[in-house]
C-alpha cells in the first residue's frame, strides 16, 4: 500500500505563473482533502473532495485556487497567478467513506511550494 | 468558531526525560487525533482517539471528552522525538482544525 502520494515535493515558481499539486490518494479512498501549512503555523483545512465532486471549499481562497478530483487520475490543486503569500506546504489527506473517514485520516509527504 | 489550543508552545528535554503535551478543544469531539511533524517536515499519525486511553510504545494518549481535553504522553524520550506535535480536532464535519502546535526539541 503505497499510502498518500504528492508530487512534486518541491516547486518553485515565479510570481504570476501557475502552480499544480497532484495527489493520489490511498488504495480504496474516495475522500479527498488538501489542507496549506504556512511558515511556523499549524495546518489549515481548505476543501474537501470526493470523486467529481467538490463537498466542502470552505476554506479556499475566493480567488486564484481550485481543486478537483476527477473520475480519473488523481486530485489536482491549482493555484493561478501565484504571488509570495502562496509559498507554503500543502498536504493531501485521504479516507475511506464518511462513517469511516475519520478514523483513516492519512495524509502525505507535502508538496513545498515556493515562490520568487 | 472553535478553538483548539495547545501546551506548552514549546519544549526542551534531556534525553530520557517525561513529558506532557495538552490539548483543549471548545466543542463536543467526534474526532481527535495527535499528529508528529518531524524535522523534515512529514507528518506522521500517532493516535486517533476521540476518547478514552491508547497507548503505542512509549508514547499514550488520552481524551476526556466531557472536559473537553486531550493529553500526549511522551515516556524516555529520544532525540528521534524531536519536531512539532499537533493534535487536530474534528467536529461534525470531516475536516480537521489543527492547534498551533507545541515544538518539541530533545537533547542528547
Known amino acids: 500500500n503505497a499510502g498518500v502520494m504528492q508530487n512534486p515535493r518541491h516547486l518553485v515558481r515565479r510570481r504570476g505563473q501557475e502552480a499544480r499539486l497532484r495527489c493520489s490518494p490511498m488504495?480504496?479512498?474516495?475522500?479527498v482533502y488538501w489542507y496549506r501549512q504556512l511558515p511556523e503555523e499549524g495546518l489549515k483545512f481548505m476543501v474537501y473532495?470526493?470523486?467529481?465532486?467538490?463537498?466542502?471549499e470552505s476554506g479556499m481562497p475566493k480567488e486564484r485556487f481550485s481543486a478537483e478530483f476527477p473520475k480519473e487520475g488523481p486530485s489536482i490543486l491549482r493555484i493561478q497567478q501565484v504571488v509570495r503569500g502562496d509559498s507554503a506546504a500543502y498536504f493531501c489527506?485521504?479516507?475511506?467513506?464518511?462513517?469511516?473517514?475519520?478514523?483513516?485520516?492519512?495524509f502525505g509527504s507535502g508538496t513545498r511550494l515556493t515562490v520568487v | 468558531g472553535i478553538q483548539v489550543e495547545q501546551s506548552p508552545p514549546d519544549l526542551i528535554l534531556q534525553e530520557g526525560a517525561n513529558s506532557t503535551l495538552r490539548c483543549n478543544f471548545s466543542d463536543s469531539v467526534n474526532n481527535l487525533q495527535w499528529f508528529h511533524q518531524n524535522p523534515w517536515g512529514q507528518l506522521i499519525n500517532l493516535f486517533y482517539i476521540p476518547s478514552g486511553t491508547k497507548q503505542n510504545g512509549r508514547l499514550s494518549a488520552t481524551t476526556v471528552a466531557t472536559e473537553r481535553y486531550s493529553l500526549l504522553y511522551i515516556s524516555s524520550s529520544q532525540t528521534t522525538d524531536s519536531g512539532v506535535y499537533f493534535c487536530a480536532y474534528g467536529g461534525a464535519t470531516n475536516k480537521l482544525i489543527f492547534g498551533t502546535g507545541t515544538l518539541l526539541a530533545v537533547q542528547p
Open positions: 488504495k480504496g479512498h474516495s475522500h
Open positions: 489527506a485521504s479516507s475511506p467513506q464518511y462513517q469511516q473517514g475519520l478514523k483513516g485520516y492519512t
Open positions: 473532495l470526493q470523486k467529481e465532486n467538490i463537498i466542502d
